[in-house]
């Protein structure tokens, strides 16, 4: 059985959000109670939000479970005079489920460039073409490229009760911040701001029946993953790389992002993962190859780089929509069956 001192050591392995130092150096850390195999941590008063609050009772949970002995970790969190006291955890059953959806599949990308979007589109509508009812979230609020990609024109309308009716194409509901900007207008926006919105999407959308919500998250590990996981349970996470070994360090990273909040990771698509010589059929490794193999994870698919994929995205027929029987298409439509028969049951990475 680990130590309290033990427990302090591996606490300083956690720094807190936006800072260099670690928790412990902070005066985060109070009372360290052990009975058992459960651990007690009190955290001291904070002015933090209560997501920066649950975001770090998330982490110090996982980082502490992973010592010997320890089965249970239970964290309270002190509030500042005058507020009243809230359990900073964020247990499965404090998420609130979207009425009538399904599955939440989050598709995510360490680094930007490495065709996240494109995956994301393809793949809903492959999950379409399975008979599948399907709903297609861009939480990218700074960078939206559903609606060109899905080739979506119309607004959303407004609901009852001040809902949102998302826009409808191919058979997919849609909603992204691109229908509400002009093509020139930038989003200068902080933390809060994207993280309302990501809330707004999730919450005040009339998705209706759903077998699929698939979310195209922005790249990274920023605010709008961090919301998305602590609001409604996901069923899985799809990274999204390529070949390389500097895109692949960064899929460390989105396995470590989606591991801390125990979201279970599906598999990889590794993009661009070969060019296809379209005269002669000959495959060429630009970017090297047997990458998403050394992640560690389950290989969905690779798809290579194909003129029809990239013109489908900018005219908004995404290639599976326009040519259905393509091998590639086939390839997404793999990727659909293979998430469609986890079920959302899958292994979390360790």
Request: proline share 7%; glycine share 10%.
């Amino acid at each position: 059985m680990a130590s309290e001192q033990e427990i302090r050591t591996q606490l300083k392995s956690l720094s807190y959000p936006g800072s260099k130092h670690d928790i412990v150096a902070l005066g985060l850390v109070g009372d360290i109670s052990i009975q058992e195999d459960t651990v007690t941590i009190h955290l001291r008063s904070s002015s933090a939000k209560e997501e920066v609050i649950r975001h770090l009772a998330s982490r110090i949970t996982a980082t502490v479970s992973a010592l010997p002995g320890i089965k249970h970790v239970k964290i309270h969190a002190a509030r500042p005079a005058g507020t009243p006291e809230q359990p900073a955890s964020a247990p499965p059953a404090a998420q609130t489920v979207l009425p009538g959806v399904q599955q939440i599949i989050a598709v995510a990308s360490g680094k930007g460039g490495v065709g996240k979007s494109t995956v994301a589109v393809n793949l809903a509508l492959a999950l379409k073409a399975l008979g599948k009812r399907i709903g297609l979230l861009d939480a990218d609020v700074y960078g939206p490229s559903l609606p060109l990609m899905m080739g979506a024109q119309d607004m959303p309308r407004p609901g009852p009760d001040k809902k949102i009716q998302p826009v409808e194409k191919y058979g997919v509901s849609l909603i992204s911040m691109g229908f509400f900007l002009d093509d020139k207008s930038p989003v200068i926006w902080r933390g809060p701001m994207v993280m309302s919105v990501v809330r707004q999407f999730l919450r005040d959308v009339i998705w209706g029946e759903l077998d699929y919500l698939v979310v195209d998250l922005p790249p990274g590990t920023g605010d709008a993953s961090l919301t998305l996981a602590q609001e409604v349970p996901l069923s899985g996470g799809v990274i999204v790389t390529t070949p390389q070994e500097v895109a692949l360090l960064d899929v460390q990273r989105g396995i470590a992002m989606f591991r801390q909040v125990h979201v279970p990771i599906l598999g990889v698509v590794e993009n661009m993962s070969y060019y296809l010589c379209p005269h002669c059929g000959e495959r060429e490794d630009i970017f090297g190859h047997g990458g998403a193999g050394k992640t560690g994870l389950n290989v969905l698919g690779e798809i290579p780089i194909i003129e029809e994929l990239r013109s489908g995205g900018d005219v908004g027929k995404p290639l599976v929509v326009q040519h259905p029987e393509h091998p590639v298409a086939q390839v997404f439509r793999s990727i659909a069956v293979r998430i469609a028969q986890a079920n959302g049951a899958a292994v979390v990475h360790q």
